[in-house]
């Protein structure tokens, strides 16, 4: 096989031949969509294992003598209807070649994964600043309601000024921090579904979703409109956990939102993804991740606008 190539074709001082992709399948006993497929599928094999290989434009192909030996096994191999892994695992076995001839690849996913998690070890520890910095606000408040009341003994204090000593806001204030909360949450929810894809998750674009599913009843698909829908479900939900759910579920004021989050998780699941031809927990896509990214992003909505409303007592709402 060799001489025959050396006779038909020319070679450099590195060992490498060029041979036209039909002289090679004449050569080999492949078809030309044969050995098409086998260069796609072998290419990068012989790569890793130093036995170059390049696809010319002019349907040339450049390679090794034992890149030829290799593709010839290959063949054989095929004829006995062996898998291409199990090809590859025989031709590394046949070859010498290692399982695992360079750590390069794989310190440079482990180095992409390193990246991934910084990025969501960074976006969590802004998450936490700003809970913080909103129970601090919370809590001075209260201690200016608190100086206020000590500074007129005698004088009892009004039912409105009780129920804010108690609840940190009057009613009108608590209806502004859930609306406050809704927003910030939505927010979080999304900056978390522009980041999925680098945790390895499909990206969720709500408002987008939001704008084709509206667009089946208005007869035009407009972003902004979804972007609006998005917001304003954020606005409502985060109504619905101050008004009812608030000063019932357990736990600290993150828990309780989180366990809300199941709440929503699960109407979209049931309800919003079967009127969007995506199946009960987007089982039409044929993966379990675009359910769990979107329970990711609800227990992250939760876990905000929880840790910014608070608790309230029932009766201040």
């Not at 002289?23 to 094999?45: S, V």
Request: proline share 5%; glycine share 8%; with cysteine.
């Amino acid at each position: 096989m060799l001489e025959t190539l050396q006779a038909k074709n020319t070679s450099n001082n590195d060992g490498l031949h060029m041979i036209k992709e039909t002289e090679l399948a004449q050569m080999l006993g492949y078809t030309l969509t044969q050995i098409r497929r086998q260069l796609k599928d072998l290419r990068p094999f012989l790569a890793r294992h130093g036995e170059p290989l390049r696809l010319c434009k002019d349907d040339h192909v450049v390679v090794t003598p034992v890149g030829l030996a290799v593709l010839k096994r290959a063949k054989e191999l095929a004829d006995l209807c062996l898998t291409q892994r199990e090809i590859r695992a025989r031709l590394r076995a046949e070859f010498g070649y290692a399982a695992d001839p360079t750590s390069a690849l794989r310190e440079e996913r482990q180095a992409q994964l390193q990246r991934r998690l910084k990025i969501l070890e960074d976006t969590v520890g802004q998450l936490e600043k700003y809970l913080v910095t909103r129970e601090t606000e919370l809590a001075n408040f209260k201690n200016a309601l608190a100086k206020l009341e000590t500074s007129r003994p005698g004088q009892a204090v009004s039912s409105v000024a009780q129920a804010t000593v108690s609840s940190g806001h009057s009613p009108v204030a608590n209806m502004i921090k859930a609306v406050l909360a809704g927003v910030v949450g939505t927010g979080a929810m999304t900056i978390l579904s522009m980041l999925a894809p680098l945790m390895g998750l499909p990206a969720m674009d709500v408002p987008r979703m939001l704008a084709s599913f509206m667009g089946q009843w208005v007869g035009f698909v407009s972003l902004p409109l979804g972007w609006v829908m998005h917001a304003m479900i954020g606005i409502v939900l985060a109504l619905v956990y101050a008004y009812v759910f608030a000063s019932t579920l357990p736990g600290p004021g993150w828990v309780r939102g989180m366990i809300y989050g199941l709440g929503p998780w699960l109407m979209a699941q049931l309800v919003i993804m079967p009127m969007m031809d995506m199946g009960l927990f987007a089982s039409a896509t044929g993966s379990a991740l675009p359910a769990l990214a979107s329970l990711l992003g609800h227990l992250v909505y939760g876990l905000v606008v929880g840790g910014i409303y608070g608790k309230v007592e029932r009766s201040t709402c």
